[in-house]
């Protein structure tokens, strides 16, 4: 069964070819009215083939050897969008599927709800570029507000952060028990409060995934301290929104930079980590830079308007994700974090980072 991004997806689809444009949003995810990509066609995979549909004055679909498939009125891409997203905004769960809407896709050739895809890439556009004159191929992300909140980086036991527990006066096996035996409803928060209220200190001494330490490295070497300040910050309490815990890594600079100009060292580094991730690395392959969405974020909105975050506009888009952003706890019996251990005689805790919209 599709949940609500996925069918959120096909809302796109048939969107986008309905407009035949799709417009940039500002930092606010605001329509701006000036800037816009003419859509030539859209390709998608498919179990039942990779098929081009090619916008005009009807929707031509085209297979990969060449041949039309289908000719079909615009108006009813525009009907199906529109009946989707009814079906989207309201409270009940997702279901979708009617004998109508089944019928049109097998007419467009549409087997599977969500479009095959590598990595961050769910749609792949060809636009007209205004500013170039070019028609380039552009890959993009699909995020949407017509659901529950978006996850942007996802937890697993790679996105563990393991930290050693300095304590002043030591942990005895009594408190590590007491720690262990929290089970409050912030069980999290109050073990890590119970350890910081004593005087102790976490300091990170690894990341479980090596790939996702270089990763981060890779895009900057100060990553790895940062987010695990971040993410201690967020366990213990004292913020959830990216703004407000980068706001806390400013106040104690904790890897000493030169403030004294008000450079935005921090607020720079973890906007160009929220971009990265938005557009291409994740914590299992190797990261080179090179965006798989390299179109940029296409968002859905609540009220079924469509935008998008493209090159032009970077810095709206990091603005976006720094604003809209926000540390969440994922299950911690799943992932196996959250319980204090020894080993070597040494105290230690994992605490995991996952990031979500607001």
């Known amino acids: 069964m599709a949940n609500k991004g996925e069918w959120s997806e096909l809302y796109v689809f048939f969107k986008l070819l309905a ?166 409803r912030s069980k999290l928060k109050d073990r890590i409060n119970f350890l910081l209220d004593r005087g102790c200190k976490l300091k990170l001494k690894s990341i479980d995934s090596v790939q996702l330490k270089n990763n981060l490295i890779i895009i900057d070497s100060a990553l790895p301290q940062m987010l695990s300040e971040m993410i ?10 990216i703004a407000e815990l980068t706001s806390l890594l400013v106040k104690k600079n904790p890897l000493n930079f030169d403030l004294s100009k008000e450079q935005p060292f921090y607020e720079y580094k973890i906007k160009n980590l929220l971009t990265d991730i938005a557009l291409g690395m994740t914590p299992k392959k190797p990261w080179n830079g090179i965006y798989d969405a390299n179109g940029g974020y296409i968002v859905v909105k609540s009220d079924g308007e469509v935008l998008c975050y493209h090159i032009y506009n970077r810095n709206e888009f990091q603005q976006y994700l720094f604003d809209n952003t926000r540390f969440d706890t994922p299950s911690s019996s799943r992932h196996e974090f959250g319980v204090v251990f020894k080993e070597d005689g040494k105290p230690y805790i994992k605490l995991n980072a996952q990031i979500r919209f607001k």
């Open 19 to 184: 407009d035949k444009k799709l417009y940039a949003a500002n930092e606010k995810l605001e329509k701006i009215e000036d800037i816009y990509y003419p859509i030539l066609k859209i390709l998608r995979a498919d179990p039942l083939g990779e098929y081009e549909y090619h916008t005009n004055s009807v929707i031509k679909i085209i297979d990969s050897a060449g041949n039309l498939i289908n000719t079909i009125p615009i108006k009813e891409f525009k009907e199906q969008a529109l009946n989707l997203l009814e079906n989207l905004q309201s409270k009940t769960k997702t279901s979708i599927p009617t004998a109508t809407l089944t019928s049109f896709l097998s007419k467009i050739k549409i087997s599977q709800i969500k479009a095959k895809s590598a990595d961050k890439r769910d749609i792949t556009i060809v636009v007209h570029d205004m500013f170039t004159g070019f028609n380039p191929k552009l890959g993009f992300s699909i995020k949407s507000q017509l659901g529950s909140d978006s996850t942007l980086f996802n937890s697993s036991k790679q996105t563990n952060f393991l930290y050693e527990i300095d304590c002043p006066a030591g942990l005895k096996e009594s408190e590590i028990e007491e720690i262990n035996n929290i089970d409050s």
């Open 232 to 241: 201690v910050d967020y366990y213990s309490g004292n913020a959830s929104s």
